[in-house]
């Protein structure tokens, strides 16, 4: 197939399961209503590049990347190039090629090729990926909390580089080639190795049970889950990254399929076993996802809506966590103005806080906030059970967002990265608030 077809073919396969659902169902917004997060998302990508030669915040300096860049959102916020931020949001179409192309080769030449031990005491594997990469030298920091190399990795954020961006990085390489028909790439050698070999090796880094390849983390042993939460502290079979790894066990599986290699059948293998585990594991009575079997093992709203969003159950689990989901819904534990909480509030570890071991107070950034990144999830989730549930919720992300739309000047800033309902906002111009519900609400049908 040529690479304009292979574009062709998956650009469509969002709309023709699309135009499936509208012949079923009731529509989930307006043609209006996601026309404007389109344009808004557009806006606030295009806000968060940063060109060869242009300087960030924060005094680290300018791009010499060599290319474009793009920042976890637009403004002084978080002035290096994250990974996850980036790799939740090429999906949107709005990121050429050529700038894919340079994040995935630039994440690429980062990858740790030697295990090392940080001066706080944390453990660099082979194959890990960066946290983030600062671009006036293009230094990978592995682990959250600082923009120093020499100083980074203490245990407060976890003794091992955070498990996702090894599967993001899987994910980054992945929409390229589907989208461009590039498989050229994969024998790109970088520091030594083919591009293909360090996604495998990638793959492989996260700790997880030979038995069933989930995720783990012991106390003393630990890594972040999932960026968005890297300050909780989560141990045990844990269920969030598992479920990127059941993704990224496909898309690798799909790439070896390309290249007529027989390992196909060994990643897909992967993901069966995956799928087959994570309800036995990780749901409770309710039908919701639990983030771990340790530390923090709550009922998890983010995992439950994307286990659904990516197939990672069979249906009959699906059916389940939906239903959950929307009886948390319609009892007003997991939303507020269509932004979604980690934790139902009925399920708080206590009165001090919402997960069981954080460094954040409650109702605070990831320990309580409400965050427009997993609405789309949500949505889609709830769908599958009650379409005009998940109209509700979507009407009430979008409201938000015009109510508050930094477009708007003077005080405005939506979308934030999360806020609570006593005032409390963080981070304005944040990318994946709208990215991500993007990206999820295009599947469903519109009116």
């Not at 899987?170 to 590039?182: F, S």
């Not at 249906?315 to 139902?344: D, F, M, Q, T, W």
């Not at 609405?375 to 005009?388: E, F, M, R, S």
Request: glycine content about 8%; proline content about 6%; charged content about 20%.
């Amino acid at each position: 197939m040529t690479p304009i077809l292979y574009k062709i073919v998956f650009c469509l396969m969002g709309f023709v399961l699309a135009s499936s659902l509208k012949a079923q169902q009731p529509p989930v917004m307006t043609k209006a209503d996601r026309s404007f997060l389109e344009k808004l998302t557009k806006d606030i990508l295009d806000s968060s590049k940063v060109y060869p030669g242009q300087s960030v915040s924060g005094g680290l300096g300018i791009n010499n990347t060599g290319g474009v860049i793009i920042k976890p959102g637009a403004g002084d916020m978080y002035p290096s190039f994250w990974i996850r931020d980036y790799a939740m949001s090429i999906e949107t179409g709005f990121i050429p090629p050529a700038e894919q192309k340079h994040m995935l080769l630039l994440t690429a030449n980062t990858q740790c090729d030697q295990s090392w031990i940080t001066k706080g005491g944390s453990l660099v594997p082979l194959g890990s990926i960066a946290d983030h990469i600062l671009v006036n030298d293009s230094k990978p920091i592995y682990f959250p909390g600082t923009y120093s190399y020499e100083d980074q990795g203490t245990p407060r954020w976890g003794t091992l580089p955070p498990y996702c961006d090894q599967f993001f990085f899987v994910h980054m390489a992945y929409y390229y080639v589907k989208t461009t028909g590039d498989l050229s790439i994969l024998s790109t050698v970088i520091n030594g190795k083919k591009l293909l070999d360090r996604l495998k090796l990638a793959f492989h880094t996260p700790p997880s049970n030979e038995s069933n390849h989930i995720v783990l983390a012991t106390k003393e042993m630990r890594g972040v889950d999932f960026g968005f939460r890297d300050a909780i502290e989560i141990t045990g079979l844990l269920c969030y990254p598992t479920i990127l790894k059941y993704r990224a066990a496909l898309e690798l599986s799909e790439i070896m399929a390309m290249l007529k290699f027989e390992e196909a059948s060994r990643y897909k293998e992967i993901a069966n076993m995956i799928k087959e585990n994570l309800h036995q594991i990780f749901m409770n009575e309710e039908g919701m996802l639990l983030a771990s079997t340790g530390q923090s093992n709550q009922p998890d709203i983010w995992s439950t809506a994307l286990a659904i969003y990516y197939e990672a159950m069979e249906e009959e689990y699906v059916s389940r966590a939906s239903k959950a989901l929307c009886e948390a819904y319609k009892a007003g534990e997991i939303s507020y103005k269509g932004n979604i909480r980690h934790v139902p509030t009925n399920a708080d570890y206590d009165k001090n806080t919402a997960w069981e071991v954080t460094t954040v107070p409650k109702n605070s950034y990831q320990n309580g906030a409400y965050w427009g990144t997993p609405t789309g999830w949500v949505c889609y989730a709830i769908y599958k059970t009650d379409p005009n549930l998940a109209a509700r919720l979507a009407q009430e992300f979008i409201q938000d967002l015009k109510e508050n739309d930094y477009r708007k000047g003077g005080q405005y800033g939506a979308p934030y990265e999360c806020f609570n309902k006593e005032g409390y906002q963080q981070n304005p111009l944040y990318l994946t608030t709208v990215s991500c519900p993007l990206i999820s609400l295009r599947i469903l049908p519109i009116e």
